[in-house]
């Protein structure tokens, strides 16, 4: 049975192949990203160099389903992502981010943990486990594993009011959303 708390080792030989290490055989994106849905974490190397390339992996999945036409990311924020790459909000943007990720799926939890005791005989949310793994997938493409990076004991009083500042305008952002969607 396999080991949920490791990520799953996908190897990348020479041919451009990934190979499921667990399974012993061959998969394909659509696979990883099932993989990524039903929660497994995951770690792509490739098997010459050794050389990680699951943020590249997990950047062409997302850019897959975009082109297909299932867009979660407004042409705004692709935008911005692509500026910051060439300003020095490249610091900032990973931890905003991971910020921003973290308040979603708490807000989220907090959304269902609410309906749950509303009625408990209600069954769970079809997709919302899925959908927290997705978005955890996503943070740690964008991110770079950097999520949890600045709210270590470590942090300052400024980092703390900048997260303040950045959940205040994420409470915002997503009020903003909320009466777009009625």
């Not at 990883?32 to 190397?45: E, T």
């Not at 921003?100 to 989220?108: G, H, I, P, V």
């Not at 999520?147 to 915002?172: F, M, V």
Request: net charge negative; aromatic share 6%; no cysteine.
């Amino acid at each position: 049975m396999a080991d949920k708390e490791k990520p799953l080792l996908i190897k990348r030989y020479a041919s451009r192949r990934l190979y499921n290490t667990e399974t012993s055989d061959y998969v394909t994106l659509e696979d990883i990203a099932g993989f990524i849905r039903d929660g497994r974490d995951v770690q792509i190397v490739d098997l010459k160099s050794g050389d990680d390339l699951t943020r590249q992996y997990l950047l062409q999945i997302v850019a897959e389903h975009e082109s297909r036409g299932e867009s979660v990311l407004p042409i705004n924020v692709l935008t911005d992502l692509v500026r910051s790459y060439t300003t020095q909000a490249t610091s900032v943007v990973p931890q905003f981010l991971a910020a921003s990720f973290e308040a979603f799926r708490d807000s989220q939890s907090k959304w269902a943990e609410s309906v749950s005791h509303m009625n408990p005989m209600m069954p769970k949310i079809p997709g919302l486990e899925a959908m927290q793994a997705q978005q955890e997938a996503f943070l740690k493409a964008m991110t770079g594993g950097m999520g949890n990076q600045w709210s270590g004991p470590e942090g300052g009083e400024a980092e703390e009011e900048d997260l303040d500042a950045i959940k205040k305008q994420l409470a915002e952002l997503q009020a903003k959303l909320s009466k777009m969607d009625k």
